[in-house]
């Protein structure tokens, strides 16, 4: 079905019980959170992701501000902590939060555990000490969150993209699920910047005439934000070590995800298969750009797409986004697709860019 929601269930399996999620409008806030069901839930302890929904053009700066909330509460935890250590605490407690400081920047379940445990140990101390107070209505902070910031084309190359260039410029430690299907899906198909050049869409209907905005390339000229584009359908576990190191790396992370959508004129069932089709010809590239690595000497930039082993063809002849425009006007058509083609050609040069050997 939806090419979206493989990429929304592993990031919560990974992360759910620490995760805080900011979603922009769009088809992910429609199958996220439409009253009275929605696809997010709790294990056995309570714990799973909490959601918000914004607008189009705040989602960054909404996910932004969970960040600093977090970031804040956890500072004036940590400063009660020190202030504990020189109360009349009794000594498991203090063992406890000498771990929870130890593990102060993990992001590992055992640091869950010690949060756990410390919130057991802090039910039973005496809460006339306003430290105490102050550390049991902040006990929730001990572990590590996870923010993350989802959203589709539409906000992130569009409406939003604004909000998202600032938030991942200010450094800030924030990972952003960008989920690519090329048009505004929710509204009807209209065309953003996403949209490649010769695919019809609402507002679009002669083919789009101008090339598809290359964001990823765009966001690794900053140098310190982690990012990566994948694709589900091509290649799983690139996708898994993809959000693993983006929610490890301290700074801010931004993964683009191939999403294919019923807008494409496909028939979804074969979503996967399509976006196995959309790496095999050279249409959507495999990387991962982690200024980690170049902290340690080493190239930060990693390209993970293989040769093409499909003609380019074999992807827009099965997509009705680019046929539709072949049967009304064919000579507008081919004009376009060998524009797309030297697109393509160049945006995947450009990202190879970026290797240094």
């Given amino acids: 079905g939806c090419g979206e929601t493989p990429y929304v269930k592993l990031v919560t399996q990974l992360f759910g019980?620490?995760?805080?999620?900011?979603?922009?409008?769009?088809?992910?806030?429609?199958?996220?959170?439409?009253?009275?069901?929605?696809?997010?839930?709790?294990?056995?302890?309570?714990?799973?992701?909490?959601?918000?929904?914004?607008l189009f053009e705040d989602n960054a700066e909404y996910g932004l501000g969970?960040?600093?909330?977090?970031?804040?509460?956890?500072?004036?935890l940590k400063s009660n902590i020190a202030l504990a250590m020189t109360e009349n605490i009794s000594s498991d407690l203090k063992q406890a939060l000498e771990k929870n400081l130890e593990l102060w920047d993990a992001k590992s379940t055992e640091a869950s555990n010690a949060q756990e445990a410390t919130k057991a140990l802090l039910s039973k101390e005496n809460l006339s000490s306003p430290v105490i107070s102050k550390i049991k209505e902040l006990q929730d902070y001990f572990a590590e969150k996870s923010v993350w910031i989802f959203g589709g084309?539409?906000?992130?190359?569009?409406?939003?993209?604004?909000?998202?260039?600032?938030?991942?410029?200010?450094?800030?430690?924030?990972?952003?699920?960008?989920?690519?299907?090329?048009?505004?899906?929710?509204?009807?198909?209209?065309?953003?910047?996403?949209?490649?050049?010769?695919?019809?869409?609402q507002f679009a209907a002669s083919g789009k005439k101008m090339a598809k905005k290359n964001l990823g390339l765009m966001m690794t000229a900053y140098g310190n934000i982690y990012v990566a584009s994948v694709n589900m359908g091509a290649n799983k576990n690139q996708v898994i070590k993809a959000m693993v190191e983006a929610e490890a790396y301290n700074g801010p992370s931004i993964i683009i995800a191939y999403s294919p959508c019923i807008a494409h004129g496909i028939e979804m069932r074969d979503s996967q298969a399509h976006g196995k089709t959309a790496s095999d010809t050279g249409y959507w590239p495999l990387y991962r750009f982690n200024p980690d690595m170049a902290d340690q000497g080493k190239d930060p930039f990693t390209w993970e797409s293989k040769p093409a082993t499909k003609d380019f063809n074999e992807m827009t002849d099965n997509?009705?986004?680019?046929?539709?425009?072949?049967?009304?006007?064919?000579?507008?058509a081919e004009r376009l697709h060998q524009l797309a083609l030297l697109d393509n050609t160049k945006r995947m040069a450009d990202l190879q860019n970026l290797k240094k050997n």
């Avoid at 969970?66 to 004036?76: D, E, G, Y």
């Avoid at 209209?190 to 019809?200: D, F, I, L, M």
């Avoid at 009705?320 to 507008?332: A, F, G, W």
Wanted: hydrophobic residues 30%; glycine residues 12%.
């Fill in 319 to 332: 997509e009705n986004r680019y046929q539709s425009l072949k049967r009304s006007n064919p000579t507008e």
């Fill in 66 to 76: 969970m960040r600093l909330a977090v970031s804040t509460n956890r500072k004036q």
């Fill in 153 to 201: 084309d539409g906000w992130a190359y569009d409406i939003g993209y604004g909000g998202l260039d600032h938030v991942l410029a200010s450094g800030n430690n924030v990972n952003v699920l960008v989920m690519d299907t090329e048009v505004y899906s929710n509204t009807g198909g209209q065309a953003s910047k996403a949209t490649p050049r010769g695919a019809v869409a």
């Fill in 17 to 54: 019980e620490r995760m805080i999620v900011a979603n922009a409008t769009g088809c992910s806030s429609i199958y996220g959170g439409t009253f009275p069901t929605i696809p997010y839930c709790v294990n056995e302890k309570g714990h799973g992701p909490a959601w918000g929904n914004s």
